[in-house]
């Protein structure tokens, strides 16, 4: 299992453009997850999805757009890149056992800079 | 609003040393606690998951306790290596979602 996948792994964008950060996971995960991590910070949630369909706002939504078409991916759209949006982006997946044993696994990241 | 901290930032300590790190959270009704690590440049890995229900989890050279009722967690590391050298990060989940909301995370070096 390759796990988690993200990519690409760093981009320059510049400030008005678009880009799609991808994410795939191979692990028959239903939920996942985008966070974002600026320096010194710990990660906030962007969006989420619960399954193919369903997607829901996290703490820190603007500026971004989600879709769930299948189980395995979980793209992140940015439509106009502004300066703030410089952060490193991490997917990650779970089981949604409701149980309290869901443990999320994360991809390596995609670094991304807005000039 | 749940709030997650961890202090000190950063801690060194010389090889061997064993030693505790701390999380802190505001809202007792949480689903579990999560301890992960994070090396530069990298994704996070989990090392330890508490279920609401349980005090604690070990893991090796590694021991994590959960006191909701004090809104506190820690992580305690034994005998400490040059390779634990990394950010540990503790994160409070809450509801069937499974959102998780993490602190800043504590930046570890181990001296040879």
């Known amino acids: 299992n390759a796990g988690v996948t993200q990519t690409p792994k760093f981009r320059i964008l510049k400030i008005g453009q678009s880009m799609t950060l991808q994410c795939t996971q191979d692990?028959?995960?239903?939920?996942m997850y985008w966070y974002r991590q600026d320096p010194g910070m710990g990660l906030k949630l962007i969006y989420y999805?619960?399954?193919?369909?369903?997607?829901d706002k996290g703490e820190v939504p603007n500026g971004y757009n989600v879709s769930r078409s299948t189980t395995e991916d979980f793209p992140l759209r940015l439509e106009l890149a502004a300066p703030s949006q410089t952060s490193v982006y991490f997917c990650?997946?779970?089981?949604?056992?409701?149980?309290?044993?869901?443990?999320?696994?994360f991809g390596p990241g995609t670094r991304l800079l807005v000039l | 609003k749940q709030e997650v901290t961890q202090i000190p930032a950063a801690l060194s300590v010389p090889e061997g040393e064993n030693l505790v790190l701390n999380c802190s959270f505001t809202d007792s009704a949480i689903y579990n606690l999560q301890w992960f690590r994070q090396d530069p440049g990298k994704g996070l890995t989990s090392l330890l998951l508490?279920?609401?229900?349980?005090r604690e989890q070990t893991s090796g050279r590694l021991n994590a306790s959960l006191d909701k009722s004090s809104g506190r967690s820690t992580l305690y590391i034994a005998a400490s290596q040059p390779g634990d050298s990394a950010t540990y990060l503790c994160?409070?989940?809450?509801?069937?979602?499974?959102?998780?909301?993490f602190g800043k995370g504590i930046t570890l070096s181990v001296r040879p």
């Open positions: 999805s619960v399954g193919a369909g369903i997607t």
């Open positions: 990650a997946s779970s089981f949604g056992t409701l149980t309290g044993w869901e443990t999320q696994y």
């Open positions: 692990m028959n995960h239903n939920y």
């Open positions: 508490i279920q609401s229900s349980q």
């Open positions: 994160a409070v989940g809450a509801g069937a979602n499974s959102k998780l909301t």
